[in-house]
């Protein structure tokens, strides 16, 4: 009888029933109760009451229960961890076990089982593993070690399990060799240290032994590790490449691509043209063969192929036909095949080429890939000239077709040949003059309007059409307006007999009938510019424009470096760097953010998907699950408010200020766990709140430089770990001299992936408005906007104040801080040192002192014994004078002891006054600027509890 059986729907008492033949003493009966617990716990059934029953069916030798009893154990041990530990026990002796399959499985479950009370017990287990003289122990210890790092890293660091890892690299067995590199690679992209994985030349040798021997996955693991290695030379280039040719031929085209990858790395180092010639000769065949596999390989290999023929068009120059589309192609990869036929065009095959995409054009029924043919049939009369005038001619053709967009398109695209050729196909215009009825796409009308403005002096009725337009002005897309503006204006510069009233009118609606602040300035310049000087509106207007040139890369050199490293990944298929669609948070990668690399930030609002957001790790997960898929933490019980759309409904428990998730940058953006400094442990659900534990010092850092006026402690804070923001590290401080405030910061690139680039630096809104002043700058050893690998750099970016009033009414000392780069966007927290907000003319003079004094609330007075400084007035005075607080007046006291009445004065107008010794403290916001006019209780709270702590720090400051 089949399994079908254990599915069965399931009778009342059931469970009492399997609790009694879970204690039986017959051991098939047991086998099928166990059975019966785990179909029922797959089809969703809660059967955690039968933890205890199950467990005690683990003292067997019966291998198959065994397995079963351990698969329960993975799935219910987090739910039950105190009951989890009963089983240790029999987890260590299983490991001792003289069945290595028995000994593995046990290794294997104890690694699975994610609770910290077993994390210790596996220590002893794994190292006898690890060293276990059977290879399937081996092989299953080593992956082992990368589930433990993922829990508890430092544990792996102390006991020397990385060590042990590297060692196993030299193991005989070569599927010890590729679960050893596996959980290497694993863990190194987990930390985003690129030290941890690294080998000499004998393990290389090693590595490429153990590639004809392991599986194919192995062999994928194996070859993208051979792929971080940088040959010392061009022999040692060329051999890495013989023994990995190969591979090329693999049916598995995950091993093909990875082959790819290494042999285009070594070919850069080759010195001999013969040689480069000879291996791109054998990269052809293997990627024209996955062109014949599945869709989803195809648009895999396409995507691989774009970027690969970005930097060596010549690899695949002559089999262009392979790229020809099939009838019954889907869509998505016949997109992407017409990109590789465009990037791969030449002279000698452009008129196959040119061919082919009028035969999509003509006889396609998908709208949206006609559109790409006629677009395409552009681009390559903008790459080749030689055959710009049959590209217009096909696309003549087109029009004559009368279908809408194909007119449209084509109209677009003659467009731009116009600026690429000027004075050279103008013969066409009248052809695209007598579509103009048809055209309905904004960007096709845009375009039209730009020719008929730009050649008016050659089209009679240039007016007229322009009037068509002008007579639905209020309807059209601003970007149509705005060319319609300038094409008007550009009509009456060149034949102003006639058009007076024309341009009269555009001007009147863009100025007077528009709401867009765009379109509106435009035409106010265009009125000043014709009304006082002509001549000049014509130098301007009818300037020369830069000539349109084909771009065959789709993405930038650098990133073009860093997506060939990444070849047959995701980030080769998204062509983007992975980091801009995995953001680590803490030791989970969460799939969250959009691109960063293109056009700005990259952060776009995602919508209301009425999904949760996981407390511990703040992933967003869908709405029907029950645990977060990162940090398997149960899903709360009541409905996670969506911080995203609703900031409005967060609750407020801190004493920091609760940022909205939509303040910082602008935008939406990935729910990344901001860096924590060293010594603070990250708080559960405190993704932006700002750091209100002021009596908190970060760990030590780089000293920095200071001027002779400066007051701030020299040493930097450590803000930013390398493993969380992608191999970058940041530290940095605060300073204020001379009245003026900079943030000193390091950057330091500690990554594998290669330089970094696109330094941005963006403030989250904070009570002080501090701002960035000036844009991030950060350069390399050589001057150039880069930061090699082990490269560091140090900037000083001058800080102003934003009088932001949407800033939060809740205050604190926190500052937000987001860093991009060309691999992402990293977040971390900072706290402001009150002393860099005081000013200069912090001294309160005459009875105002008293006054203020006196009107303080006593429960905005704070009390606090200082300590560990020389009890001498002259001293004390000193210290704080450089750091900008007052001494006004000195007391005698009875008791021998002086007091000493001191004030301070923020930026934005605080008064903080103070008498010392037992130093009374307090805080008052005055109607000084009028943009902190009124007091907030929370402000003088905070301010009243900070003073005591930063005085304290600069009296015992060396």
């Known amino acids: 009888m089949s399994d079908a059986k254990y599915f069965q729907t399931t009778k009342r008492g059931e469970i009492h029933e399997l609790k009694e033949e879970l204690h039986t003493n017959d051991k098939s009966k047991q086998k099928e109760a166990v059975k019966k617990v785990i179909a029922a716990m797959t089809v969703g059934k809660d059967v955690s009451m039968l933890f205890p029953d199950v467990c005690n069916c683990m003292q067997t030798p019966n291998v198959e229960l065994k397995k079963l009893v351990y698969l329960y154990l993975i799935n219910y041990a987090k739910a039950q961890p105190d009951l989890a530990i009963l089983a240790v026990n029999t987890f260590v002796k299983d490991a001792s076990d003289s069945n290595p399959l028995i000994r593995a499985l046990a290794v294997r479950t104890m690694g699975c089982i994610r609770v910290e009370q077993i994390t210790e017990y596996l220590t002893n287990p794994l190292l006898k593993t690890l060293k276990d003289e059977d290879p399937y122990v081996r092989k299953t210890a080593a992956m082992c070690v990368a589930k433990l790092y993922d829990i508890n890293p430092d544990l792996v660091r102390e006991q020397g399990f990385l060590d042990l890892l590297i060692g196993l690299i030299s193991d005989p067995n070569p599927t010890v060799v590729a679960n050893a590199v596996a959980s290497l690679t694993e863990i190194a992209e987990a930390s985003g240290m690129s030290d941890i994985f690294t080998f000499a030349p004998e393990a290389l040798m090693k590595l490429l032994s153990a590639l004809n021997e392991c599986t194919e996955w192995g062999q994928v693991y194996i070859l993208d590790a051979i792929s971080t290695y940088r040959p010392s030379d061009a022999k040692e ?49 293997p990627l024209v063969t996955l062109l014949a596999s599945e869709p989803e390989i195809q648009y895999v290999a396409l995507r691989n192929i774009q970027l690969i023929c970005s930097r060596r068009p010549n690899i695949l120059a002559n089999d262009i036909k392979v790229f020809f589309c099939k009838y019954n192609d889907p869509t998505y990869v016949k997109v992407e095949k017409v990109d590789v036929m465009v990037m791969l065009a030449n002279e000698r095959t452009v008129e196959q080429v040119l061919l082919e995409l009028k035969e999509y054009a003509f006889a396609e029924v998908d709208v949206d890939f006609v559109r790409k043919a006629v677009r395409a049939i552009g681009k390559c009369a903008l790459k080749i000239e030689r055959c710009a005038e049959r590209c217009v001619a096909i696309l003549l053709d087109l029009i004559q077709t009368k279908v809408s967009y194909v007119v449209q398109e084509s109209i677009v ?385 001058a800080m102003a104040y934003k009088e932001d009033k949407s800033s939060p009414d809740t205050p604190s000392l926190g500052l937000q801080v987001a860093i991009k780069n060309v691999t992402g966007i990293y977040y971390f927290k900072d706290t402001i040192p009150l002393e860099v907000v005081l000013s200069e003319n912090g001294k309160i003079s005459g009875p105002e002192y008293p006054q203020t004094w006196q009107s303080i609330p006593a429960a905005n007075q704070a009390v606090a014994n200082l300590s560990g400084f020389a009890l001498d007035s002259s001293f004390i005075e000193n210290k704080l004078a450089k750091c900008n607080i007052f001494v006004l007046h000195k007391k005698k006291l009875s008791s021998g002891g002086e007091s000493l009445y001191c004030s301070g004065k923020t930026d934005m107008g605080f008064k903080c006054c103070q008498q010392q010794p037992g130093v009374r403290v307090a805080a008052n916001k005055q109607v000084l600027l009028s943009a902190v006019a009124g007091a907030s209780t929370n402000m003088r709270t905070v301010l009243s509890q900070a003073m005591p702590k930063t005085v304290q720090e600069i009296l015992t400051r060396a």
């Not at 008929?452 to 002008?470: D, S, V």
């Open 237 to 285: 280039a060329e051999s890495i490449i013989e023994r990995v040719v190969p591979r090329l031929q693999h049916a598995n085209a995950a091993v093909v691509l990875s082959a790819v990858k290494v042999v285009l790395g070594c070919l850069q180092l080759c010195t001999s043209a013969e040689s480069v010639k000879t291996y791109i000769k054998k990269l052809s065949p």
């Open 413 to 797: 695209v003659i467009k731009d040949i116009f600026r690429k050729y000027p004075n050279q196909y103008e013969s066409v215009i009248g052809t695209l003059c007598e579509n103009l009825e048809s055209l309905e796409h904004p960007e096709a009308k845009g375009a039209l309007i730009w020719i008929i403005g730009q050649y008016a002096e050659r089209i009679e009725n240039a007016k007229e059409l322009l009037e068509a337009f002008i007579e639905e002005f209020a309807d059209l897309d601003v970007d149509v307006q705005l060319q319609l503006l300038t094409a008007t204006v550009k009509l009456f510069l060149k034949r102003p007999s006639n058009t007076q009233g024309t341009v009269k009118e555009i001007l009147q609606l863009a100025t007077t009938k528009s709401n867009n602040p765009d379109l509106r300035d435009r035409g106010y310049i265009y009125w000043r510019l014709l009304s006082t000087d002509p001549e000049k509106a014509k130098v301007i207007v009818l300037a020369e424009h830069s000539t349109v040139q084909y771009d065959p890369q789709k993405v930038d050199n650098q990133l073009l470096d860093l997506l060939l490293h990444q070849i047959s990944s995701l980030a080769s298929v998204y062509h983007k760097p992975t980091s801009s669609f995995l953001v680590n948070t803490g030791r989970q990668a969460v799939s969250r953010a959009k691109d960063p690399a293109i056009g700005g930030w990259g952060l776009e609002d995602q919508g209301d998907d009425g999904g949760w957001d996981c407390p511990q790790c703040t992933l967003r997960n869908r709405a029907d699950s029950t645990q977060c898929s990162a940090c398997d933490e149960p899903k709360p019980d009541t409905p996670a408010v969506n911080s995203r759309k609703q900031p409005s409904q967060q609750p407020n428990t801190n004493a920091g200020a609760v940022m909205d998730v939509m303040d910082l940058l602008g935008g939406d953006f990935p729910a990344a766990t901001p860096s924590q400094p060293v010594g603070q442990q990250p708080v559960v659900n405190d993704l932006l709140d700002l750091m209100s534990d002021l009596s908190f010092q970060p760990a030590s850092a780089p000293t920095l430089e200071l001027g002779t006026s400066q007051t701030l402690p020299v040493k930097m804070n450590f803000l930013l770990p390398a493993e969380k923001g992608g191999g970058m590290s940041v530290d940095g401080i605060l300073v204020r001299a001379g009245g003026k405030i900079s943030y000193e910061l390091q950057f330091r690139n500690a990554s594998a992936s290669g330089p970094l680039s696109g330094f941005a630096i963006q403030f989250n809104k904070n009570f002080f408005g501090l701002t960035n002043a000036t844009a991030l700058q950060v350069r390399g050893n050589d001057q150039v906007p880069t930061l090699s690998v082990g490269q560091s750099h140090t900037v000083s970016l």
